[in-house]
């Protein structure tokens, strides 16, 4: 049984920066790819990045891209978020998953969460 455990997150001002990890136990990680997903409050949870086993491709939600950059150590078994020139919009619970790349989205593939990061952007 895969388990996930994010952190990383904290309080940032607005064009601050956090680095986000994912740290994932069981099952064969470096088969897997691997996604971000955040929840703001009152909103549905929404997808931000995706990596694929080997880190050849990688897919960003058009909000975040060219702000925040995704990685991943197959050795470690933890999957990164590198977000940068946050914005108070960013503010959010932040879940990584193992992830299906589908030809037009990502999903995750399974309805288990674990227990997220909140990132809260805020002068």
């Known amino acids: 049984q895969v388990q996930l455990v994010e952190s990383g997150g904290g309080l940032v001002q607005p064009g601050g920066s956090l680095t986000l990890s994912c740290v994932v136990s069981?099952?064969?990680?470096?088969?897997?790819?691997m996604g971000w997903f955040r929840q703001a409050p009152g909103k549905e949870r929404a997808f931000v990045s995706a990596i694929n086993w080997n880190s050849t491709h990688v897919f960003y939600a058009e909000r975040v891209n060219g702000r925040f950059t995704i990685s991943r150590d197959n050795g470690k078994r933890t999957v990164y978020l590198q977000m940068n020139r946050l914005r108070p919009d960013d503010t959010a619970v932040y879940y990584c998953h193992t992830v299906h790349l589908g030809p037009t989205k990502v999903s995750p593939t399974a309805d288990s969460w674990g227990q997220g990061t909140q990132v809260t952007v805020s002068s």
């Open positions: 069981g099952g064969l990680f470096a088969t897997y790819a």
